[in-house]
C-alpha cells in the first residue's frame, strides 16, 4: 500500500504565496506522475499541476505564471509553489500519485492524499 502526506496549507492573504507538499511512502518502485487537484463544494477534482518522472510539467491555465509544480523523485515527493493567491484559489487541494508500481513488471495504481484547505482572503 502507499500512503501520501501532504502539508503547507492554510490561511493566507490575497497576493500571498503557499508551498504545498506531498510525500509517497510506502511499497514503491516507480511513480508516473506526481500532482495537485483542487476540488470544491459541489465540483469535481481538477487538476492544477502535474509532472511526470522525467520533469514534463502541465499546469491548468489558472496556474500558469503562478504556480510552480517540482518534485523529487528520490525522495517520492512532489510541491507546488503558489504566488500571487487570490481567493479563487481557495479550495481543498489533493495530491496524487499516478500509475504507482510497486513491484518491477507490476500493475500501476493511483493513489490519492486526504488534501489540505487552502483558504486565500481577500
Known amino acids: 500500500q502507499v500512503q501520501l502526506v501532504e502539508s503547507g496549507g492554510g490561511l493566507v492573504q490575497a497576493g500571498g504565496s503557499l508551498r504545498l507538499s506531498c510525500a509517497a511512502s510506502?511499497?514503491?518502485?516507480?511513480?508516473?506522475?506526481m500532482g495537485w487537484y483542487r476540488q470544491g463544494p459541489g465540483k469535481q477534482r481538477e487538476l492544477v499541476a502535474g509532472?511526470?518522472?522525467?520533469?514534463?510539467?502541465k499546469y491548468a491555465d489558472s496556474a500558469k505564471g503562478r504556480f510552480t509544480i517540482s518534485r523529487d523523485n528520490g525522495k517520492n515527493t512532489v510541491s507546488l509553489q503558489m504566488k500571487s493567491l487570490k481567493p479563487e484559489d481557495t479550495d481543498v487541494y489533493y495530491c496524487?500519485?499516478?500509475?504507482?508500481?510497486?513491484?518491477?513488471?507490476?500493475?500501476?495504481?493511483?493513489?490519492w492524499g486526504k488534501g489540505t484547505l487552502v483558504t486565500v482572503s481577500s
Open positions: 510506502g511499497s514503491i518502485f516507480s511513480i508516473n506522475t
Open positions: 496524487n500519485a499516478g500509475h504507482v508500481v510497486s513491484n518491477p513488471g507490476g500493475y500501476g495504481m493511483d493513489f
Open positions: 509532472i511526470t518522472s522525467g520533469g514534463y510539467t
